[in-house]
């Protein structure tokens, strides 16, 4: 499926305030297992929508230390940061969540003041290839996700 049509459906999700249908629909377009939607409050990362694509059930994670996540790493270089296999990624070397989580793939979300308060990612406990159109489309998707997403925010 075009890049340009996804985009045109998770855009009408948008509009519709289907948060979860959105993140639903991109985890669906990736091999990762997971896809969430985190926010920065100070040193804590809080989970907003939550997808597991083997416990669809399950709608939330707990809050993490963000020095605990990957997150971490889209936050300090206020970039999209993709990890293929932390296993073999020198940058990851020590983290964490390097032991559990082998791939990572995030994406800051950055409100109309241009303050970055959280990230779109999609993440797995497998090695998964950083696809260049999974990339794309998180990064095409992140400007129009501060619009939805409620609560204070907290600028990293």
């Known amino acids: 499926m075009p890049i340009s ?5 998770l855009r009408a999700l948008l509009r519709e305030d289907d948060l979860r249908g959105t993140v639903i629909l991109l985890n669906s377009m990736t091999p990762h297992r997971f896809t969430s939607l985190f ?4 040193d804590t990362l809080h989970n907003v929508v939550f997808y597991d694509r083997e416990n669809p059930d399950q709608e939330r994670m707990d809050d993490i230390p963000v020095a605990a996540s990957y ?3 889209v936050r300090d270089g206020r970039d999209t940061f993709v990890v293929p296999d932390a296993t073999d990624d020198p940058r990851v070397e020590g983290h964490p969540k390097q032991p559990v989580f082998r791939s990572y793939c995030g ?7 241009g303050r970055m308060f959280g990230t779109v990612c999609h993440f797995d406990f497998h090695p998964r290839p950083g696809d260049p159109k999974t990339i794309e489309l998180l990064e ?15 600028a990293a």
Request: a negative charge.
């Open 5 to 9: 049509t996804v985009l045109d459906r």
């Open 39 to 42: 926010r920065f409050g100070g």
């Open 71 to 73: 997150c971490v790493f």
């Open 107 to 113: 994406v800051p979300l950055v409100d109309a003041d």
């Open 140 to 154: 095409a998707i992140a400007p129009y996700l501060p619009t939805v997403v409620t609560g204070p925010m907290q």
